[in-house]
């Protein structure tokens, strides 16, 4: 501990290991410092990516309770779910520009405000007399679409301006997971909370006190977007490149493009499995309370798998095999659901697929934000990370609306749980793993590429200095 009450560490980053070269003699003196304040702006971003998260998938574990408290069709509601990918869509490129120009700081608080007001107005819209229950829930919904995008990205960006390269991928997969980790709370909150129409209201209240607690933490407690001194080499050119001259590397990025469309796919099963879980199970008479459990293993296994996988990752920077083998087992997952889903009185069956599935896919998710970054450096990591999932958002739509339109009315069901209209869905089911594991092929056959970043910051950690033979000492001091 230095006399300014620091905790320094010497801290040697071996590339060599990732590069393939030999341990090279480092020269000139390297320090960088990280501040604790990270791991509340870490928090702060994780309560964001949560509350939104819940706001997204409010509807989708009671659908049928919920159209018939909004007097929609199945169709209106699953509206409410994508809503969220139409509005990220054309925004998508205004807050990659927003969080590598204007900063974390402006991009954070102003996606808080908007996830609480689109989570009051959802509430305050079935209030008495509630003569606009629909458009208002709709109105509040479109709200928190705004927000996704300003929240959903960060992460990469978070992770490269506050943390170590150390500790990059970790904190990519706690942001990132906290998402899905909202998803799980939807799964298991609205179930229990709207067990009935009636209670739709209380539903919509208990997810915006949450929303705007979070929004208070973020208005007063982020007062930078940046710390004072970078924690790497790579924070220290972070968004080097403009805006416009980014979008023009990554379009001629081969590997970037591969990436961008093959595990865009990869996000937009995992959006039609979460959005339409419980259509899904409802018609072999599994119930509301089981499709939850299902969307919560789903959820819980795919977290635990990215905690491991992330620590993995930060010591071996392995990012290419990590994300090629767990996109190939998801996408076995898929197949495998693909069957199981339509068999009756398979409930072990669908739980422990379901599990796989979110084990092997969500697992990826930061990996493959990560290696966006890699395959695209100098370019900023909310443009290449952002683009990603901009993409996913694309093909979610499709998806969604190309399922749907794929379903079959059923005349008689007698083990339907659904409640309403019931609805076939082998066709959808067969065309998702279908696409799933077209995808997925392409990405395993043609994906190739170098670690830009890593080979960067190994440069800056071990470059030659003209006329310098001072021999390094590469630190990390934590303040």
Not at 96 to 120: E, K, Y
Not at 307 to 319: E, L, N, P, R
Request: glycine share 8%; hydrophobic share 50%; proline share 5%.
């Amino acid at each position: 501990m230095d006399a300014g009450g620091e905790t320094t560490s010497d801290i040697r980053t071996v590339y060599g290991a990732v590069s393939g070269k030999p341990n090279l003699e480092p020269t000139g003196l390297l320090c960088f410092k990280v501040y604790k304040r990270r791991w509340f702006v870490l928090l702060v971003l994780c309560l964001l990516n949560c509350s939104n998260a819940t706001l997204w998938l409010t509807f989708a574990p009671v659908a049928h309770q919920s159209g018939q408290y909004l007097t929609v069709s199945l169709e209106g509601i699953n509206w409410l779910s994508l809503v969220f990918m139409v509005v990220a869509i054309p925004l998508s490129f205004g807050t990659t520009w927003m969080l590598d120009t204007l900063g974390l700081r402006i991009t954070l608080i102003l996606g808080s405000w908007l996830n609480m007001l689109g989570a009051l107005l959802r509430f305050l819209g079935t209030l008495p007399p509630a003569r606009f229950k629909f458009p208002a829930v709709m109105l509040g919904q479109t709200l928190g679409a705004l927000a996704q995008p300003l929240i959903i990205f960060a992460p990469t960006k978070l992770a490269a301006l506050w943390f170590p390269d150390s500790q990059r991928a970790t904190a990519n997969m706690i942001a990132s997971m906290s998402n899905p980790l909202g998803i799980l709370l939807a799964n298991i909150i609205s179930p229990v909370i709207a067990e009935t129409s009636a209670q739709i209201p209380k539903l919509l209240l208990a997810y915006a006190v949450p929303a705007c607690i979070t929004c208070l933490l973020a208005t007063v407690g982020i007062r930078s977007g940046k710390p004072p001194t970078p924690p790497s080499a790579g924070a220290e050119s972070s968004g080097s490149e403009p805006f416009i001259q980014g979008l023009k590397l990554l379009l001629r990025n081969k590997a970037y493009l591969i990436l961008q469309l093959c595990f865009g796919s990869g996000i937009a099963v995992f959006t039609c499995f979460s959005t339409l879980l419980d259509q899904i199970l409802c018609v072999k008479g599994y119930s509301n309370d089981f499709a939850g459990l299902c969307g919560a293993l789903f959820i819980v296994f795919g977290i635990v798998g990215a905690g491991a996988v992330g620590v993995y990752v930060d010591k071996t920077k392995k990012f290419t095999e990590v994300t090629k083998i767990g996109l190939g087992l998801s996408t076995l997952s898929c197949i495998a659901f693909s069957v199981v889903s339509l068999m009756p009185h398979q409930k072990v069956a669908v739980a422990v697929v379901c599990s796989l599935f979110g084990f092997f896919g969500f697992s990826i998710y930061p990996v493959a934000m990560e290696l966006s970054v890699e395959s695209s450096y100098p370019v900023g990591e909310a443009t290449s990370a952002g683009l990603i999932f901009a993409s996913g958002q694309v093909q979610s739509v499709v998806y969604i609306v190309l399922l749907q339109a794929l379903t079959k009315p059923i005349t008689e069901s007698p083990l339907s749980t659904c409640g309403d209209a019931v609805l076939s869905w082998k066709v959808p089911m067969v065309v998702m793993a279908g696409l799933s594991s077209f995808f997925t092929c392409c990405f395993l056959v043609f994906f190739q590429t170098r670690y830009r970043r890593l080979e960067a910051e190994e440069q800056a950690a071990y470059g030659t200095r003209e006329n310098n033979d001072t021999t390094t000492s590469y630190q990390i001091v934590e303040n």
